[in-house]
């Protein structure tokens, strides 16, 4: 607990009203994203941070370090503060709300970088670059995420990662509070940042601090960071019509296009996705599983329910890939638009006409499809079949339809969140690595394998057991598919199913050489998947301990719990 | 201490996931990030206790018993403006209840004592009075003197206008309700009003958690309506629509009456030609929508069926269950109305329908809350002045009063602010 002249002076620091301390404040920052399926005692509540401050400045913030040098407390910072990683370790834990830094520094049109603070999120960036001809890589929880955050402090992997790769490699220089308070700058953003530090060639300490996953927040503060950005040849802007939760596109944009692709093997979707990416034709991509598709298709869970049941999704759409093509001008994206349509028909592939579907047609080939156990196989040997498929014409507003749905996923982020919480109000993620686009349907396979138990048991949902979602990267150097599942956040035995799941699927990772999941940081993960990877758990430890000897900064999601938390919270998280 | 009430919104509190989606404009329809901000509190205090999501852990916290009922809880609860839009945005990824949970709590804290005193004192002007403000230096119907209209119940009419206390007490406003009749009178239409036995809607009982006020207030208003024997309401002020089509049947007191707002009628009577307007008027206009007339009128149906689960953990409804998404809000008839006048040019603003940004002017005495509620309706008059309008048209009292003092404040560049039917009896060209 913070004495009186210990908030006085935190006051002093960013002034009286940008210091909370009581009790409904600090609660009201204790629950997070998926909090409970990573809490031991399967509560919502994470531990109750010590007070809660929103710094305005980077010198703030490095005086606010300096008084956890001094004091027997943390700082854990954090920008739009969504997932579990935001929240404190320890109630000895001052939370640094980012909120107030929310400048777009920098756009740099010519280096093609931007400048920005912790809360300026994907989509305030994005609109603005759309105006220059430029566009950001953005994680695929959507666009309200912070960009600073996936550039220098956690993940970082996203839907246009096809052409833009992910953000750690996107990251061009940071402003950087050390746990020391220093304030050091790092890197070259552009000319208007007014900063430039060589680094490199040789180990570079922007991946010391960056590495793969991150060190959300668990040393030091990012108060700026130069990203790296890519061309958008279209509109610098679009209207749409209709209201909530449908907003659909007026028209369709130039030198854009979407299309849902669909293959009737593993190896045909893996195939076609290198081709692509040798093609250099796709903008972005999602593998989207059959279950999201389904519920993409519906208003509401009931519609849902008659359409999953009719069984056809999981046959027809088991390997669908969603593309978005971009060309930088009208020819390109033409010849963009050939060369995807020649990969998918040399992939044996279909492109489903961009028309949304009326529930009743699933009625009427349910007979057929129970017949065949592949009858995407049939149907793609059909003579003709794409050019029979291209002839289908529905109305323009149909059309529009599904190519918003479409266009908001792999090009805006703006309705991912509408897939995940519908159906069941929770989802949680296990498995998923960076690695090759092969091995992200290892993956997707093995998880499905996993959950499946529970499936029968009706603990999470049965959304087919393939919920992998993810992409290529890199035009398909890489890869990644991240095993989701869906569960209710009411239902303890749900909750526990997932836990079980997720450990599972932990472990299985490293029997089974799946890489590194996007559940890999923090202490007791890294002590469990370091020593398969270069012990990198030591590496970090190390750097820890070095930076940050005081411990000013709250580990919990880093290096592992802090020097200073208490005995119980020492054990407090199930996974991290 | 346990809160019944809100224990049975502890499984909707907790499907929040902290997407702070609460806080923003819908991502489909971002355009800007200067205009991209929409919860009033969020934006003035930053906090995440002043959004609904941390709205929502709080009443999480309370029912559990972490935290008590305190005066630290009151000042950030009654804080909320109460204009919606989080309902709306968290529905747009699923079924919510977030204005639910936010009025649960406030309304808890009523009954734990813990409501400021200024909204005591409001309280018993309403009980008083019949208004908020507590004014009695005119009558309840001496807006209307001279206007010869139909005295209800005594005489018969087609149509109720309703005032509202604002509109009837406020020297400004009053005259867009004279206009509003005159409009009436001229387009024939058979309208009476109630007279000095007009209430108050109710709202501001609504607004600052006194339930059990808001209630008797609306049965008794409903009782009025009801013994004047006629057709159809018609409303001058958006919050009295708001409350008079949503929220009386939401806490079950049904009229049975059709319930319209004055542009739906007004617009009704241009299409037919009964209102001819005939005068240019060369003004560059923004259209404000009123949180009450747009997203917060729609009417939540009572939904009655059956919840079933399927695929382990997928609930459905059935029949389903009408999500309200704020869609159904009265959003067109202004704008075909200012759209309709020649010589005026309209634009939108950024924020618009279901994601209008609040004025700032709701939720109960924002004078409490003064900084914040001013710079809510700031925000908005730049948003106006962004979009190149030299006038903001809306067409509610609280609004318009809420954005002129907003407007008075702002040194080198107000905004002049227009009730719509200002503009409607100015292109009309009548006496």
Not at chain 1, 260 to 288: H, V, W
Not at chain 2, 254 to 278: A, F, Y
Request: proline residues 5%.
């Amino acid at each position: 607990m913070l004495t009186v002249d210990e908030l006085k002076e935190l006051k002093d620091i960013v002034g009286q009203e940008w210091v909370k301390d009581d009790l409904p404040t600090r609660d009201a920052y204790s629950i997070y994203y998926n909090s409970s399926s990573l809490n031991k005692e399967d509560k919502l509540w994470t531990a109750r941070p010590a007070a809660v401050i929103m710094p305005k400045t980077p010198k703030e913030i490095s005086e606010l370090t300096k008084f956890c040098n001094r004091k027997d407390f943390m700082l854990k910072p954090f920008s739009t503060g969504w997932i579990t990683s935001s929240a404190p370790g320890s109630r000895k834990t001052i939370l640094l709300d980012l909120k107030r830094m929310d400048k777009i520094i920098d756009i740099d049109i010519k280096n093609q970088i931007a400048v920005v603070e912790p809360y300026v999120r994907a989509i305030d960036l994005q609109s603005e670059l759309w105006k220059h001809g430029l566009n950001v890589h953005a994680v695929s929880c959507g666009g309200n995420h912070s960009i600073l955050a996936s550039t220098a402090a956690a993940w970082g992997y996203g839907i246009t990662g096809a052409s833009m790769g992910y953000q750690a490699r996107n990251m061009l220089g940071v402003e950087w509070v050390m746990p020391s308070g220093e304030i050091l700058t790092l890197g070259s953003p552009g000319d208007g940042a007014e900063w430039f530090s060589t680094d490199g060639p040789g180990p570079g300490v922007r991946g010391l601090i960056r590495g793969f996953q991150g060190t959300f927040g668990g040393l030091g503060t990012f108060t700026k960071v130069g990203v790296k950005l890519y061309r958008w040849d279209s509109d610098p802007e679009y209207e749409v019509h209709g209201g909530s939760p449908k907003y659909v596109l007026n028209r369709e944009l130039p030198n854009l296009g979407v299309f849902i692709l669909m293959f009737p093997s593993k190896k045909q979707i893996t195939d076609a996705g290198y081709k692509l990416g040798e093609a250099e034709c796709n903008y972005s991509d999602f593998r989207m599983p059959a279950f999201f598709i389904a519920l993409g298709f519906t208003d509401n869970n009931l519609e849902l329910k008659q359409l999953w049941s009719t069984g056809v999704f999981p046959k027809l759409a088991r390997y669908v890939l969603t593309v978005c093509v971009h060309g930088h001008s009208k020819k390109e994206y033409q010849w963009k638009v050939k060369a995807l349509k020649q990969i998918v028909k040399e992939s044996g592939g279909l492109i489903l006409p961009m028309q949304q579907i009326p529930l009743a047609a699933f009625d009427i080939v349910k007979p057929f499809f129970k017949m065949f156990k592949n009858p995407l196989k049939l149907i793609t040997r059909i003579p003709f079949i794409q050019e029979i498929t291209d002839m289908m014409k529905t109305s323009e507003e149909m059309r529009l339809k599904l190519l918003t749905t479409a266009f908001f996923i792999l090009v805006r982020h703006a309705n991912n969140s509408q897939g995940g919480f519908r159906a069941s109000s929770g989802m949680f993620t296990s498995v998923g690595a960076f690695d090759t686009w092969d091995m992200g349907f290892e993956q997707a396979d093995y998880i499905a394998g996993v959950k499946r138990p529970a499936i029968e048991k009706g603990l999470i949902l049965d959304d087919g057991g393939d919920l992998g979602s993810g992409g290529t990267f890199d035009f398909g150097h890489l890869g990644y598919i991240e095993g989701i599942g869906e569960y209710s956040t009411n239902d303890p035995e749900s909750r526990k199913a997932t836990k079980a799941i997720v450990e599972e699927s932990l472990h299985g990772t490293i029997e089974r050489s799946l890489g590194l999941p996007i559940a890999a940081f923090g202490g007791p993960m890294n002590q469990l998947f370091g020593p398969h990877c270069y012990n990198y758990h030591e590496m970090i430890m190390k750097i820890k301990a070095k930076l940050d000897p005081n411990s000013s900064y709250d580990s919990w999601t880093y290096s592992g719990a802090s020097e200073k938390a208490f005995p119980d919270e020492k054990e407090g998280y199930t996974f991290f | 201490m346990s809160y019944p009430e809100l224990k049975s919104l502890e499984s909707d509190i907790a499907t929040c996931f902290r997407c702070s989606l609460c806080k923003m404009v819908p991502l489909p329809v971002f355009k800007k990030q200067e205009f991209s901000n929409i919860c009033p509190i969020n934006s003035h205090y930053m906090f995440h206790s002043y959004s609904a999501s941390g709205l929502g852990y709080m009443a999480l916290a309370l029912s559990e018993g972490r935290i008590q009922a305190d005066k630290a809880l009151a000042d950030i609860v009654f804080s909320c403006r109460t204009c919606g839009y989080c309902d709306m945005a968290c529905n747009f990824i699923m079924e919510s209840k977030r204005n639910e949970i936010n009025m649960t709590l406030r309304e808890t804290l009523v009954r734990e004592g813990l409501a400021p005193e200024e909204y005591k004192r409001t309280m018993q002007n309403l009980k008083d009075t019949g208004n908020p403000a507590g004014l009695t230096h005119t009558k309840g119907g001496d807006w209307a003197a001279g206007l010869n209209l139909k005295k209800l119940p005594e005489q018969k009419a087609d149509i109720l206008l309703y005032a509202g206390c604002l509109t009837r007490y406020d020297k400004n406003a009053l005259l867009s309700a004279r206009k509003m009749a005159k409009l009436l009178l001229h387009a024939g239409v058979n309208v009476g009003i109630l007279g000095d036995d007009e209430n108050c809607c109710g709202l501001p009982a609504h607004w600052m958690g006194f339930k059990d006020n808001f209630t008797a207030l609306a049965e008794k208003n409903a009782s009025s309506f009801k013994g004047a024997h006629v057709k159809t309401i018609v409303t001058v002020c958006g919050a009295c629509l708001g409350t008079l089509k949503a929220k009386y049947p939401k806490y079950g007191i049904n009229t049975g009456i059709e319930v319209l707002h004055g542009t739906e009628l007004l617009e009704r009577l241009i299409e037919k030609k009964k209102i001819k307007l005939t005068r240019p008027l060369n003004l560059k206009v923004t259209y404000h929508d009123p949180c009450y007339l747009g997203r917060q009128s729609e009417p939540q149906e009572e939904w009655k069926g059956e919840e079933r689960t399927v695929f382990g953990q997928m609930k459905y409804t059935v029949p389903p269950r009408k999500i309200n998404y704020g869609t159904g809000g009265v959003f067109d008839p202004p704008r075909a109305i200012l759209k309709s006048i020649k010589g005026l040019s309209f634009r939108e603003m950024y924020r618009i329908r279901e994601y209008s940004h609040c004025c700032g002017g709701g939720g109960g005495r924002a004078e409490m809350y003064e900084k914040m509620s001013l710079e809510a309706a700031k925000d908005r008059i730049k948003e106006a002045r962004e979009v190149g309008a030299d006038y903001l048209v809306t067409s509610c009292s609280h609004c318009k009063a809420q954005f002129e003092k907003a407007s008075s404040d702002m040194g080198n560049d107000p905004i002049s602010v227009l009730d719509i039917i200002d503009i409607v009896f100015q292109a009309a060209d009548i006496d």
